[in-house]
């Protein structure tokens, strides 16, 4: 360097560097700017800087171009830093060098582009730093498209439910788990040195440039699952919500229901009230579009943190919601109702599963039995089933809440011994044995006057305005039953007596002495 230090640099607190003012206000605006009237006499001139991009290296760099007489030799490998440092130092005649270098991106190989990501990636603070990595990875993207379509095969060399899927930390899993990559994905490690900000910056790129949507699938699941186990919260998060936010507008044919539901997990596990995130409705609007490939176990979600519910009963509400809105005004409507009633077997075994639990509200309970149109059921049995063990954990509901979780039951959907079980079931209030026994009742010739009033009562529209009466009719509900099942007993009774009676007479014949025959 010159004899004449008479400028002294603090370069971001990393290092102080002496320079000539005279040599470095010949090339940079700034410093001409900042040093402006002072002259070369002046000792002790000092210029602090607190966010110079790329820090004393940068600056050094480029202390050197100018000390060169503009002479410096501009590579991929530092191309970056040059550039942001000269655009942070005014000195145009690096910036035309730098651009110029930048101009030849197409003649770059594989490792330059990534050295210059990886710089690009260090500048967070740089302005020019997010510009610069887009225009890099677009040239990434564009090699990677060559290599895709060179190796059409890779695409289709795992399946979505392949062991590229599953979400471990494990190391030994992670190093079967490259050794298995296809051919065509050699660069998911490579990738690997990007951070979250990157990662997201070129999954938009690949979505823009029509990349195949398969391969772009697998990549976002190999980045998850490898940078998961070393990430904190917010880049997880980040992660989380680059995977989904690109998932949501790809081919959903390239992503399993079972890896979503993996997926799901992960987010669940993650705090900042991540469930009331668009994120999370993303997710459940792509997994109520698959419902009908679930499983029981799948749906069998534990509840959020404080809940008292064993499962999270909302969840899958909201699931089915998004399933009912997918298919509605399908074209294809054989195999929509298909699906339909898949789903509606699914509730209805998870009903069943969830209905034991005493922290399940009726509401909730209700909410579950009415998610599914009554017309996707062809058999009310599992309904029944759900009630019956609902009935058995709350034995605390009042005869008002009874009776409305029971009226959903369609009693002509029963099977016939579902019906016989139903009619000795003293679970149910008497009132709605009464409607269980209503076929039997139709057939009968010798109908009471309580009978013929009770299929009155069942046939009137009760108006939920009118709570008092809607009560008041079921007590008359439950003493007809009542009086019923008393005329019953008397009748057993009778014909046991008459029964006894002629037994005894018979008895009685047999017993008397030929003399009195």
């Not at 145009?92 to 651009?99: A, G, I, K, R, V």
């Not at 379509?149 to 392949?162: K, M, R, W």
């Not at 992503?255 to 994120?279: P, Y």
């Amino acid at each position: 360097m010159e004899a004449c230090s008479d400028l002294q640099v603090d370069v971001n607190g990393e290092e102080t560097i002496f320079l000539s003012k005279k040599i470095i206000c010949e090339y940079s605006g700034k410093f001409k700017k900042l040093l402006g009237k002072s002259n070369c006499s002046e000792r002790n001139l000092k210029v602090i800087f607190n966010d110079f991009p790329g820090g004393a290296e940068s600056f050094e760099l480029v202390s050197r171009f100018c000390y060169n007489n503009g002479r410096f030799s501009v590579t991929p490998s530092n191309v970056v830093l040059l550039h942001c440092a000269a655009k942070f130092m005014e000195v145009p005649d690096l910036l035309e060098q730098t651009e110029k270098s930048m101009d030849e991106i197409r003649f770059w190989t594989w490792p330059d582009l990534l050295a210059a990501l990886k710089q690009c990636q260090d500048l967070k603070k740089s302005p020019e730093s997010d510009p610069l990595a887009a225009k890099f990875m677009d040239s990434l993207v564009g090699k990677l498209n060559l290599t895709v379509e060179a190796s059409p095969s890779s695409a289709s060399a795992s399946s979505p439910d392949s062991s590229l899927f599953r979400f471990s930390c494990d190391s030994k899993s992670t190093e079967s788990f490259k050794n298995s990559s296809a051919r065509g994905t050699w660069w998911f490690d490579e990738l690997l040195v990007l951070g979250p900000d990157l990662f997201e910056t070129l999954v938009k790129i690949m979505v823009s440039h029509k990349f195949d949507h398969f391969i772009i699938t697998r990549f976002l699941l190999y980045y998850q699952k490898a940078k998961f186990c070393s990430a904190n919260l917010d880049e997880k998060r980040k992660i989380l919500e680059t995977t989904l936010d690109t998932l949501y507008v790809l081919d959903r044919s390239c992503v399993s229901c079972k890896t979503l539901f993996g997926i799901l997990r992960i987010a669940l596990g993650l705090k900042n009230n991540i469930e009331s995130s668009s994120m999370m409705s993303k997710l459940e609007n792509m997994i109520g579009n698959q419902l009908d490939q679930a499983t029981l176990d799948n749906l069998l979600v534990p509840s959020p943190y404080r809940s008292n519910q064993s499962y999270n009963v909302n969840l899958i509400l909201r699931f089915t919601k998004s399933f009912l809105d997918s298919i509605t005004g399908g074209f294809h409507v054989q195999p929509q109702t298909e699906r339909l009633k898949k789903v509606s077997n699914l509730i209805d075994l998870y009903i069943a599963e969830v209905a034991p639990d005493p922290c399940l509200k009726p509401s909730k309970f209700l909410a579950l039995v009415t998610a599914i149109p009554d017309s996707a059921r062809e058999s009310h049995d599992e309904i029944y089933r759900a009630i019956d063990m609902y009935l058995e954990a709350h034995i605390g509901l009042t005869e008002s809440e009874k009776l409305k979780i029971i009226r959903r039951l369609s009693y002509e959907k029963l099977s016939s011994e579902s019906r016989a079980h139903i009619s000795h079931n003293r679970k149910f209030p008497a009132a709605e044995r009464v409607i269980s026994q209503k076929l039997k009742l139709k057939t009968s010739t010798d109908d009471s006057p309580g009978e013929a009033l009770n299929l009155r009562l069942e046939k009137m529209e009760i108006s939920g305005e009118n709570e008092k009466l809607k009560e008041h009719l079921q007590g008359i509900q439950w003493r007809v039953m009542e009086l019923e099942r008393a005329c019953r007993k008397m009748q057993n009774q009778m014909e046991i007596m008459k029964k006894i009676s002629k037994s005894t007479r018979r008895g009685n014949t047999r017993s008397l002495p030929k003399l009195c025959s």
